[in-house]
């Protein structure tokens, strides 16, 4: 059996080192905010004949848009075979007209675009960050909810280090999209829920063989039962994270290759570091991390004693 | 021992496998049109539209909910299904307009969020579109003549009569923005505040400007905070993509389950494949909208919601190998899990339900679907995977622990 408490110390240093790294990037990097938060205005036009970014970058700089961000989109069929091929253009904020102006300038550029193959979204800057606001006051009251129901489900200890190792999850996945400028869309919020939602369960599932473990024991015995449920429950979580990777790599493979959307791959990728993170903390963070709190506290009683 | 066999329960259980599979067909292919898509896969405009303040009219709840109910009209009789538009706290108005593809199209029919102004004809203004209550195109019971019936409210009422009594015999222009719409002459002094435009027009000419003259009355100025246009070849696509992932995704699922826990794998796997059912069926009944990231969700949940059915083999496992029979290995490892799956369960569905009450758009919308999915794989595992699992044992198809994957006993 694997001494998870024994060694937890190495599991602190690397998780307290993931953090720093995470909170360092969002304090220097900050976050690379798409439209949803930043404001902005993206076009997205699937041509149905053959393309050049040169020839989309002429007609943008006729526009007078010529520091806009192009990015290409190859989707495929099923078969596998390219289809669709596009592009997205990501501009400041142009109000109607100017968008108007921009369709037309395209439409007569490549007259097959079709009125169905255009996806134009313009977002000023107050909406999305009132929806950030919105969603994280709303987390929280979730996280206070938990806290709350876990400790008297289980004990205050627990709640403790569940909501520790939550965030420790969500900071991981808030720096990883910082470091590698990943965009943050709405959808990003979505998938913190999904990571908040995995990391809590995952952690739960061994917190409550923990506590079924616990019955008369004594204090001195803690370590093996905290090791003991850890490795009772490994199995679980492996195959549970091994499931959900499947799905995760169906999406990303679905998304990537076939679509070619950049915001729904922001969705799973964010998803994907969310699941490996929540498996590695709930094992070897927040039921050592219980544990050094139960310590202190015998510690603490055995000075009253 | 005194295990009964009943040999035709595997008659049954096959019968019972077979109709969860009808039924799962059925419904997913009923769910093709019976789930509401959202914007962002179905295709249209969505628009979020914010009042401004002007000179003389404040921003109110009542405003905001006479512009909308303006726009909404506007919308009716240019004939789009299922539109919507909702006035969105106290000063902003929500518009979703599926199917639309072609945003000038759309803008037309939202139409003009321009002032509507009375002008006398030495250039002073005399009322707004605030105070018009009402435009209508009729005609003259006696010679038939079509005219356009205007009413203001009382303040407008006021005001108008000032006017008429002021400018009789001279021309009042009507201001949609910078355009005169039209320029009818005062022929009496009205102080009831209900006037006639008449003149030489056609039914369909006064029709108009009856129109132009309720689309002008919006009484604030509207702003465009976001707009988001999405072409339905685009959401049709990743619809599509996105169903081709979750067949492979669940078909990935199920091989692993088999692979690894045998024929409790392949019992969890039809369980799977009636929970993804279980929620689509939800989805159908409710009055719920799909967005991409609820499908993306979803999708996902098929390797999450699979986790209950772990659990339960997990436990099963355990209680084998600590040396129980089968029948009670089964049921403790059950009811041991039970609590597992309940309290790893209850955290999640009280964020689900926070964020239900305190947001509101896309993350509302995700969710209403994790909590569907959460309590659907819930209910699939302790009831569908229970029963199927306990009618395999009487069938006497389960002789040892091979069937959970335990290679000893």
Known sequence: MISFTRHRNKSFLLSALLVAVSLLSLALNGFNLGIDFAGGTIFQLNFREQFTLEEVEEVLEKEGLSGAALQLVQGRDPGGEAAGEGVVIKTSYLDEEERRKVIAAFRERFPSLGAGDVRVESVGAVV????????????????????AYIAFRFEFKFSLATILALLHDIIVVAGVFSLLRLEVNSTFVAAILTVFGYSVNNTIVIIDRIRENLRHK?????????????????????????????VLVALFVGFYY???????IAFVIAIIIGVAVGTYSSIFVASPLWFTFKEWEFRRRGKAA | MGRQVHPWKTLLLIVICLALLGASVFIVWQADKGIKRGLDIAGGLYVLLEAVPTGDQEVDQGAIERAAAIIRMRVDELGIAEPVIVPQGKDRIRIELPQVEDEEQAREIIGRTAQLRFVGPDGKEIVTGAHLKKAVMDRDPYTGEPFVGIEFDQEGAELFAKATGQYLGRPIYIYLDEEVISAPTVQSVITDGNAMITGEFTAEEAGELALLLRSGALPVELRELESRLVGPTLGERTEEISVWAAGAGLLAVILFMILYYRLAGLIAGIAQIFYMTLVLGILILLPTTLTLPGMAGLILSIGMAVDANVIIFERIKDELRSGRTLRSAIENGFQRAFRTILDSNVTTIIATVVLFFLTSGPVRGFAVTLFIGIASSMFTAITLTRFLLRLTFDAGLIRSGRFVGVKTA
């Not at chain 1, 999305?128 to 806290?147: C, D, K, P, S, T």
């Not at chain 1, 076939?258 to 729904?264: A, N, R, Y």
């Open chain 1, 128 to 147: 999305g960050r009132e929806m950030v606001q919105q969603a994280l006051f709303a987390l929280a009251v979730a996280v206070v909810l938990m806290v």
């Open chain 1, 258 to 264: 076939f679509i070619g959307s950049f915001d729904l």
């Open chain 1, 218 to 246: 004594r204090p001195e015995e803690y370590a093996g039962v905290v090791d003991l449920s850890i490795s009772q429950s490994l199995v679980r979580c492996l195959n549970t994270s091994l499931t959900t990777l499947l």
